[in-house]
């Protein structure tokens, strides 16, 4: 509403010198259905709000974590934002939500369900979210009709995967959603989920350390090596936590390119290593000498700004790491917010 659009929130970022775009973040609706009763059958999601300004994830009888309020009262994110400078925020749901392991129709129905949520959030909202999208990936007609139909909404993409069900990105399915993807000029965003090695790796927190940015590489090592960015160079794909690993094994990936073409290069003859400068990773190292390699690696114009807010594992400083590793100027404001609105084919003066 434009009420809402020009409310005092939005004057608190007057001052700020350098605008801050955060394309990595979660949300997820206050309330819940409770698709299981609905469908009949799965561990679908819901909240149990069992104390004020938290709530219990559920998936089915087994809780998974609790969240606070900031994962769904769009005011309270925007108040805790501006103690870091940021003014925008990036908002997909919590992997977990994807359900890609139901009935097509049943997941078209819950992302139907979460898009309208983002949709109406950032018509409310529309300088302080950019919204992206979810789609039922294992339909690809279904799929392909909701990506129609979040730009209708007003989605400038949609966040998927890293593997749906266990198929890598390549698989042939899975071909023309992205092939829709760079049709219409929806962005990409790619997120570990459903991590290899899942039940054997429980014990240290394992699946998010060691799992996720191992989840990463193979999506990217998937898109490479089956030939869809060579297939699809206007693709615009943003890949969550710096690329995963990688970026810091890219010299490994190509030897293997180059010692074992009968075995890796069976899909694209291109070398991986040309595919760096081709998509972006967000900033999200916890580390000033890997975003350094990052940069390098990547190129200062394909690191985005993301904190993976609201979770503890994120940088929940929003950068702060970054203002203090004396980087010029002008590579700082890429990061911060350039190189998102040129991943999202947006214009800074919708938020200034």
Known sequence: ???????????????????????????????????????????????????????????????????????????????????????????????????????????????????????RLVADYPKQYIGLGTLPMQDTELAIRELERCREIGLVGVQIGSNINDRNLHEAEFFPIFEAFQELGMALFVHPWNMMGFQSTQRYWLPWLVGMPAETSRAICSLIFGGVLERLPQLRCNFAHAGGSFLPTIGRIEHGFNCRPDLVAVDNPVNPREYLGKFWVDCITHDPVMLRYVLDTAGVDKVTLGSDYPFPLGDLEIGAFIEEMDLPSATVEKIFFQNTLDWLQLDKQQFV
């Open 1 to 119: 509403m434009e009420s809402q659009a020009v409310s005092p929130l939005f004057f608190m970022f007057a001052d700020m010198e350098t605008l801050k775009i955060d394309m990595h973040t979660h949300i997820i609706p206050e309330k819940l259905p409770r698709f299981a009763e609905k469908f009949g059958y799965g561990d679908f999601i819901y909240l149990d709000h069992h104390r004020p300004g938290f709530a219990r994830m559920m998936k089915g009888t087994e809780f998974f974590r609790e969240i606070e309020a900031n994962c769904w009262d769009p005011d309270l994110r925007i108040r805790e934002y501006a103690q870091f400078n940021t003014r925008v925020q990036v908002v997909c749901t919590i992997p977990v939500m994807f359900s890609y392991w139901a009935k097509p129709q049943d997941t078209l129905e819950l992302s139907r369900f979460l898009n309208d949520d983002i949709a």
